[in-house]
């Protein structure tokens, strides 16, 4: 199996502390803030990225457009890491996973002397970061099965609530990019079903996407491992986690997994990486309007910088590469620029 | 695979042609019209029945009850064949996978002298009612795979406005309940989700669930073959139906599907069969106030009679069988007569 895992940025040498920016404490205001804005996409520079949506939202809206969509096909998808928060150094979802690892261990006692937990058990960060993709995903297979859905998202709720990035020093879902939830919010106030695709874990996003992004369950599509029906030992009936993977919700599973759970083309979908580019294709090669937008990480100064224009010396970091960023090009999808096209970046700055 | 074929109500004997009834050939209501209605639920009789549902969504959406739902945990889930719309003699998609054959043949004409297609060729209705399980599995993938879900979605599309019931001589999207579209409008008017599970095939199902029940496509769940992405010879991005199996979408399969494809337990289920018996204790199961209730078959008049209590001579035509009719009972979910709850049965009558 190979959910985001088979990216190459996945787990880096950065699992040590980050430098702390001074940011400042003020409360974080999420999703539901942004409605209450007077101009849609309040933290957009204007320039042709905020344009194009806004051009989009017009001609597919205005029933006087040759352009104009019905409400009932308005879909508009959203990848999360690196498109709706912050990915780099490592995918929260992975953090979770490497984080569970003591209680995994405490509960199977035989696994500690076993590799790759006897790794993650020693924090020798350095030897962590070094741990190759099957044994990441020998990590995630243990800690995400194995216990019932409603376990699961009472691990991950507690989680969430407790963990905090080293270079904020804030929950990672304070991370979200504040012009990211204004594009969720402006969509949905003109009658878009806006949903993630992401190519992490749908059960994970889930805890928490009505709360930080206003964006119910079902509205969330992502790599799936199967669930069993059966009961517990008081014979209720509950769903167990199983180490089968369903849906490999990344390149081609993109598409895919929006045919299986959503049935219709989307109109606008927002990507940042190879992983993204299939959905790109799928939605940019619909008859009508159509918006392809991807978010360049260009910002070393309020994010990261890892894209394609920047010469980073290990270019491997991001997986927005060149020949993703001149497909961009040649087909019309809008890059967005952190630096140049956001006056912000999170809520809480 | 076993999509819902393995109920051994599939195909019965009676592909002949049945008594047609005089029914009132003026136009057809669909959902859109129930919620014009004065009074919700208005072709239901007083009852039981009717006063679960009302005292259901009253108890969950007073904010002074002790049962009170949030709107975003508001999911009500919904069988298709025999809770929505008439099943019997034979379930609508296994008709139009059976109509496909001819065009399938003339695209290969190998499969000419090949069973089962060979026996669907010669409109012999008595062979073709006799037709085994694994042999309607055959015809299936065969006729629902292989082409894009554009194609499959339009050739689904010219079926439905043309394929007509032999009984009532009108499209099988007029067989729908009545009360049952009443149900759906008055939930979705008090903030409930209103999604189809489906044991048959989700793509099918979209095709007609938004102009038939006011259900979008992604509030579809249903069994599901794996689609392919890919490009055409034009070099565009299409989606191909291929011949395995990605959910089936009965008996352990609907909690499980809805696991996957909503990723919360709903507070309200409703069924007709064996096959929704897990979803129902599912939902049944979970904390606070929950509906479960189970569509009976009991009106040979007006629509057919197939439940248990009617002591059939071939009760094996129903799968709502004694034992889940004693399920209902001990377990407290409501049956809905539809002789005695239902003032009509189909919008058009």
Known sequence: MSLRVSDRRLVLAALGALPVLPGLLKPVALWAQTSQAGSP??????????????????????????????VEHRIATFDQDGTLWVEHPVYGQMLYCLDRVPALVAQKPALKNVEPFKTVLSSNRAAIAKLPIPALEKIIVATLTGMTTEEFNAEVAKWLASAKDPRWKRPY?????QPMLE?????????????????????????????VYGIPPEHVVGSALAVKYGYDKDGNPVLVKEPKLMLNDNNAGKPEGIHLMIGDRPHAAFGNSTGDQQMLEYVGAGAGKRLAMLVLHDDADREYAYGPALHLPDTKIGTFTQALYDEAKKKGWNVISMKSDWKRIFPFN
């Open 41 to 70: 996409l309040a933290s957009w520079n204007d320039g042709p990225a905020k344009q194009a949506i806004l051009e989009f939202v017009r001609a597919t809206t205005d029933q006087s457009s040759k352009d104009f969509v019905p």
């Open 173 to 177: 879902t304070d991370l979200v990019y």
């Open 183 to 211: 594009v969720l919010t402006y969509l949905r106030a003109n009658g878009y079903r806006t949903f993630i695709v992401t190519g992490f874990g749908q059960d994970f996003v889930r805890v928490y996407s009505q709360k």
